[in-house]
C-alpha cells in the first residue's frame, strides 16, 4: 500500500513539474500598415482578433494614438484612427502597453505622421507581463536616416510575473524589396540586430532574444541564407515550410517570422500560425460580395485591413530564469 501511495505521489510530482516547464506565452506580431495614414481602418475588428494573445506586437504605425511630447521636448500630433485601436485593446480588452518614445524611418525627416515613418508598441495582459524597467529603447540611438537600418528595431524588455522568467522581444521592420541589393540590405539589418544581442547579452546576462516582425522576405532560401549565427528561425517552420504570410488572394511571400536565439524554448508542435485575415474577414472588406478581385483591388483590402497576415507563436517559460 505505502509502495502505491508513494509511486502515486511520484507521478503526481512530476505531473506538476511537468506543467511548470510547459508553461507558454502565447504571441502575435502584426504589421498594421500604416495605421494612422488610412483612416478606413476596421480598428474595431482587428483588435478583436488580436486580442486573443499574451502579448502583441505591432509595426506600421504612423502616428502616435494620444497626446505626448518626443524626447526633444515637442509635442506629439496624436491620429483619432490611432487612438481608436489602442482603446479597443485597452479599455475594450484589458490591455497595458509600451510605446516607443518617438518614429524611426529612413529619411531625415522624423517626428512626423506620414508613412515614412514608423512607431511600435507592444500590447501585453497585464495579469501576466510586465515591463522591466518600464520602458524599451531603440537598438541604435540615430533613429532618422540610420545607415544600417530603415527603420531602427525597438527592444521590449518583459517578464512572466508568476515565475520571474525575463525575455527581450526586439520588433523589426526591415528593408523591402526583392533584388539581390534589398536581399544584402535585410542580411546587413540582421547582422546588426545580432550584434546588438550580443553586446546586450554581455551588460545584462540575458540569453532569451526573440526578433519577430515585418521581415519582407522574398522566399525561405534568403531567410537560411541570412540567419545570424547563434540563432534559429520559425519561418521557414521546423519541418522546413516556408509559410507564405503576405495578405493577399493568393499569398506567396514569406514577409513575417520568428528569429531567436538558441536559449528560447519556441514551442515546435504548436509552430508557426498565420491568421488568414483575406478568407477571415471577408464580410468586412466585401460586405456586398462583389467579385472577390473587384472588391480586393484598388487598395481596398489594404486600406481597411493590412497587406500582411499576423503571425502567432509560443515559447516555454519554467519557475526561475536561465539567466
Known sequence: MRRTIFIGLLILFATSVGAVALESI????FDINELGHYAEKE??????????????????????????TFPNGNPYEPDTTVAAFFDEMTLVWGYDYVLSEEDTGKRLLNHSNEPW????????????IEPINGAGAYLAEDVSANPVYDRVPYAFPLRH??????????????HEGAGAD???KRAEELAAIAGWIEIDGQTTGETEYLVVGSMNFADCSEILSCTPTDCRFLNPTYSGDCLATDASLTPSLP??????????????VFGLRVIDL??????????????????????????????????????????????
Open 26 to 29: 502565447t504571441v502575435c506580431s
Open 43 to 68: 480598428t474595431r475588428v482587428l483588435a478583436q482578433i488580436l486580442a486573443n494573445y499574451d502579448i502583441v506586437l505591432i509595426q506600421g504605425i504612423v502616428a502616435p494614438p494620444y497626446d505626448g
Open 117 to 128: 515613418t514608423e512607431w511600435f508598441v507592444v500590447f501585453y495582459d497585464p495579469t501576466l
Open 161 to 174: 510575473i508568476k515565475t520571474g522568467f525575463d525575455f527581450v522581444l526586439i520588433s523589426v521592420h526591415l
Open 182 to 184: 534589398d536581399q544584402a
Open 255 to 268: 514577409y513575417d517570422g520568428l528569429l531567436f536565439t538558441q536559449r528560447v524554448e519556441v514551442d515546435y
Open 278 to 323: 483575406v478568407s477571415g474577414l471577408a464580410a468586412v472588406w466585401n460586405p456586398f460580395a462583389e467579385p472577390v478581385e473587384d472588391a480586393f483591388g484598388d487598395l481596398g483590402f489594404t486600406k481597411k485591413i493590412s497587406d500582411h497576415n499576423p503571425i502567432v507563436f509560443r515559447f516555454q517559460i519554467a519557475s526561475g530564469d536561465w539567466d
